[in-house]
């Protein structure tokens, strides 16, 4: 039988436990948090929404060192489960609700946040199998790498407040365009872009 060793990684000021069934927690996605933490310095007041959160480091780090509270969608159990216990470790547990299940399933209709965090899989399907080491789950994005960050742009759309901001990860420049496109004209327009090495930081603002 084979066993799970929980292993454990600075992200920041923070250390983060997780193991192997759930996304290694990626450094350069600190800046992220640094981006959100920003964003939220200056924008309205009101809680923070993590869309697939994982072991929860990206949106913990964006509120330790504010009074934001944050509340983790996952599907993924196990990730949740870290997610929990990460808060715990990072002494906002008071601050944080995790939920398990879909992002069309968890946010309910009334609520409001001033940012919401997505970090979607967004490797084309075609393409996994380059990252065996990544479970399948935190990484298929669907045929065009997309199908999960759409959903978390509807998302953002219905629960945004006025001047919210949504921060997206994505990987390439053609879903930065495909982004683009979906929103022109919208009420939701991308104001910024960052290219990492790794990985797209696209910032996505309430107009």
């Known amino acids: 039988m084979s066993t799970v060793s929980t292993e454990a990684m600075e992200f920041g000021r923070l250390t983060i436990a997780f ?12 800046a ?14 009101g809680r923070v929404l993590e869309l697939c959160s994982g072991a929860g480091q990206i949106g913990l780090l964006a509120i330790a060192d504010n009074d934001r509270e944050l509340v983790c969608v996952d599907l993924d ?9 990460n808060a715990a470790a990072a ?3 008071e601050r944080v609700e995790i939920r398990e299940g879909r992002i069309d399933e968890m946010v309910r209709d009334r609520e409001r ?4 965090i997505a970090d979607p899989p967004w490797v084309r399907r075609t393409e996994t ?8 789950l935190a ?11 759409w959903d ?34 919208d009420d939701l327009a991308v104001t910024e872009v960052r290219w990492h090495e790794r990985g797209v930081l696209v910032r996505i603002d309430r107009l």
């Open 19 to 30: 193991d192997d069934r759930v996304l290694r927690p990626r450094p350069w996605t600190a």
């Open 91 to 93: 002494g906002v547990a």
């Open 139 to 149: 990484i298929d994005g669907g045929d065009d790498g997309m199908d999960i960050a």
């Open 129 to 136: 199998g380059r990252y065996p080491e990544d479970p399948l």
């Open 113 to 116: 946040f001033a940012v919401v």
């Open 152 to 185: 978390c742009i509807d998302t953002a759309r219905l629960h945004l407040m006025p001047a919210g901001s949504l921060l997206l990860q994505i990987g390439t420049v053609e879903q930065v365009d495909a982004v683009r496109e979906r929103l022109r004209g």
């Open 32 to 45: 992220q948090s640094d981006w959100a933490a920003e964003i939220l310095a200056a924008g309205p007041a």
């Open 77 to 85: 159990p196990v990730a949740c489960d870290y997610a929990r216990r």
